[in-house]
Each structure stands twice: as structure tokens, then as C-alpha cells.
């Protein structure tokens, strides 16, 4: 028998040596050194599981109980809207539901899937989101003051008055708009970018949608966001301590930045749903609409790479990829020249087909290039 001497083999693994393997102990002792951190690891996810399960009552996750009734209610106003325009349907509770909760829907495997997969990647896959998120915040943030980290310069708030107010009313103003520029200038390069549309496209592959639909996506599409968008927030929080001295606040809502409150609170989860709500005439170039993001999940040949923008439309409509049809008529969600049954079948296969797509990809990069297109085919 081969002597498994991990000590000599990788001695640069110190942990490893003595602590986790060793010749006396042998295999018995890896497996109780090693217990505690599988422990650990398991107690993470239970508490994660938990956790996914407190989304309704947390206010800072979009399917908060508030969010969700806020949608509903204007879920009711279209559903008013469209029969009276219809003129024949009576109004009622059982006909709103089943406009609420349509068979179209409920009736497909992507929207089951989406069920499936929320519990899955938010278990699974947010525990590292949330890990990355925290290092690049903090990293960034300490970087550009050079001095301390975020948990100690956030204790270092003065006592309020109404500079202070105006401070960070302004801070809030400013630092949400460059993030969100920022995730703009994402979420082009996302769907412009061959491996990066690869992940990203997991996201599209949704071919009905309801609010949970929101939480399918790739853990690297999470990541490559966070990434972004972390580093965006922490050198901005980094330019406002230097330059006033402290870490200003944002004025907040249950916990909730006010701006981003108003956006979740004004039909946030209609985003992603079938239910069409778009602000009248150019109202929606200002304040973003579920119908902005219902053309972006659109595989209609006009509807491609259109309105990347999260929270503030001016973005598309500045870089000249806005568009908002009247109507739905032409919006079908799903990939571009998708057709029949989607691989995108099951969580694992969400997890795995961007890996395997790139894949073949480095393979027949020498033969052929233009495979690689993204989602626009026009582009
Ligand atoms: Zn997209």
C-alpha cells in the first residue's frame, strides 16, 4: 500500500501537517480534525436555510412582505384598467387571482424552476456572495482613505444637525446614482462580453416570470455584479469620509436607503411577472417601471440589449439604449432564437451550461469565432 504522506508531499500546507493528517493518528484523525470545519460549514448553510426563509419579514430583500403587497396593489390597478377596457369582465377577488397567479405561468417548468433554484443558489451560492461583497467593500474602502476599516470609520458618525441632514440626503443622492451607473456600465459588458453573457444569460433563460425569478442567477454573474458594484460603493464611501471627515448616513427606511425603499416599494417585484405597468409618456425615463425591465427580458429582435439600467432610466436614455413600446404585444421573455424544450432544466444545469458553453467555445475558437456572439445578433 502507497504511503499517503501529505506532510512530505505538500509541506507548504501547514495546516494540514500535524493538524489535520498525521502518521500516528492516520485517517481517524483527519476525520476528527477535519469534523469541526465540515461542522461549521453545515451549521453556515442551516443558518443560511434560515435565513432565505426570513425573507419576507427582512426588509432589505425584495420579497419583503411590504414589496410584495405594495406590487399586488398595483398589480389591481392594471387588472381594473385592462377590464374595464375590456368592458366585459365582472370584477372579482377569484377573477383577480387568477390574473394574479395566471395558468400560463404556473403552468410552466421555468417558473417551478425558479422556485426550485431561489431556495437552491440562495442557500448555496449566497453565502460566498455575501463573503466577496464584504472583502471588496472593505478593501476598496480602505484603500482609498488609507486608514481604517469600514466598521471602525462608520462608528465615527457626528451628532445630527441639519447639515448633517442636507450631507446625507446628498450623499445618498450621489452615491446611489454612481453605483448605479456603474451597474449600468455591468450590465452592458454582461450581455457584450462573451463569457460574461455566457453566465448572465441564466438569467434570461427564465421563459415566464414571477418575483422569484429575480434570484436566478449565476453564482459568477453574482459575483462579477459584486465585484463591480462593491468596489463602486466602497471608493465612494472612501471619497465622502476623506472629504468630510466621517462616513455620512443615507436617510433610511426600515433600515432601507430612502431611495432604493421607494424603488422596491413601487411595484419592484412586478419587475419580474407578467403584469406589463409602465409610468404614462416619458414619466418612464425618469422613474424606473416593471415594463423598463419587461422589454430587457424580451427575446423580441428590437427588444435586444435594450434598458440595462437598475434604478435610474436616465442611463439608457443617455446612452441611447432605452426603449418603451405602449404596449406588450411584442414582449415574450426568454433567450433570443430560443426554441422547444430549454436545457436550462434544472438548478445544477444553471449552475453548469455556462461552464460547459465556454468550454466548447475554447475548443472551436480556432475554427470559428462568431459563435461567440452575445444576445444582440444585430451587434
Ligand atoms: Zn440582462
Known amino acids: 500500500?502507497?504511503?499517503?504522506?501529505?506532510?512530505?508531499?505538500?509541506?507548504?500546507?501547514?495546516?494540514?501537517?500535524?493538524?489535520?493528517?498525521?502518521?500516528?493518528?492516520?485517517?481517524?484523525?483527519?476525520?476528527?480534525?477535519?469534523?469541526?470545519?465540515?461542522?461549521?460549514?453545515?451549521?453556515?448553510?442551516?443558518?443560511?436555510?434560515?435565513?432565505?426563509?426570513?425573507?419576507?419579514?427582512?426588509s432589505g430583500q425584495r420579497v419583503f412582505w411590504l414589496y410584495l403587497l405594495s406590487s399586488m396593489v398595483f398589480a389591481y390597478w392594471v387588472y381594473v384598467r385592462r377590464s374595464k377596457a375590456s368592458g366585459n369582465s365582472p370584477r372579482s377577488l377569484r377573477s383577480f387571482a387568477t390574473f394574479l397567479f395566471p395558468k400560463e405561468v404556473w403552468s410552466h417548468s421555468s417558473a417551478w424552476l425558479d422556485v426550485r433554484y431561489f431556495f437552491f443558489h440562495q442557500v448555496l451560492g449566497k453565502l460566498l456572495y455575501v463573503i466577496v461583497i464584504a472583502i471588496i467593500l472593505n478593501g476598496t474602502f480602505q484603500w482609498v482613505t488609507g486608514g481604517p476599516n469600514l466598521v471602525k470609520a462608520t462608528q465615527t458618525v457626528p451628532?445630527?444637525?441639519?447639515?448633517?441632514?442636507?450631507?446625507?440626503?446628498?450623499?445618498?443622492?450621489?452615491?446611489?446614482?454612481?453605483?448605479?451607473f456603474v451597474a449600468y456600465i455591468l450590465h452592458y459588458l454582461q450581455h457584450k462580453v462573451p463569457i460574461l453573457w455566457e453566465f448572465h444569460k441564466v438569467h434570461h433563460s427564465a421563459e415566464v416570470m414571477h418575483p422569484l425569478s429575480n434570484y436566478r442567477e449565476h453564482p459568477i454573474d453574482n459575483i462579477a455584479y459584486a465585484v463591480g458594484t462593491g468596489a463602486a460603493f466602497g471608493a465612494m464611501m472612501g471619497l465622502a469620509n476623506n472629504y468630510f471627515g466621517y462616513l455620512p448616513s443615507m436617510p433610511e427606511i426600515l433600515g432601507v436607503p430612502l431611495i432604493l425603499f421607494l424603488f422596491n416599494i413601487a411595484g419592484y417585484n412586478l419587475r419580474h411577472s407578467h403584469v406589463w405597468l409602465r409610468w404614462p409618456g416619458r414619466l418612464s425615463m425618469i422613474f424606473p417601471s416593471p415594463a423598463h425591465h419587461h422589454v430587457h427580458h424580451s427575446r423580441h429582435p428590437d427588444h435586444l440589449d435594450k434598458n440595462f439600467a437598475f434604478v435610474f432610466p436616465m442611463w439608457d436614455v443617455l446612452f441611447r439604449t432605452y426603449h418603451m413600446p405602449e404596449s406588450d404585444k411584442d414582449v415574450e421573455f426568454g433567450l433570443y432564437g430560443q426554441q422547444g424544450e430549454s436545457e436550462y432544466s434544472s438548478c445544477w444545469r444553471l449552475y453548469y451550461i455556462p461552464f460547459r458553453n465556454i468550454a466548447a467555445k475554447q475548443r472551436a475558437a480556432p475554427k470559428s469565432k462568431d459563435d461567440n456572439a452575445p444576445s444582440n445578433p444585430k451587434a
Open 1 to 58: 500500500m502507497r504511503n499517503h504522506n501529505f506532510a512530505e508531499k505538500w509541506p507548504q500546507l501547514g495546516v494540514i501537517r500535524g493538524t489535520v493528517y498525521n502518521q500516528e493518528t492516520g485517517l481517524t484523525g483527519m476525520i476528527d480534525a477535519l469534523f469541526p470545519y465540515v461542522a461549521a460549514t453545515f451549521a453556515a448553510f442551516y443558518a443560511q436555510f434560515w435565513r432565505v426563509l426570513a425573507y419576507p419579514v427582512t
Open 159 to 180: 451628532s445630527p444637525t441639519w447639515v448633517s441632514f442636507v450631507v446625507s440626503f446628498g450623499y445618498m443622492i450621489v452615491v446611489i446614482a454612481i453605483v448605479d
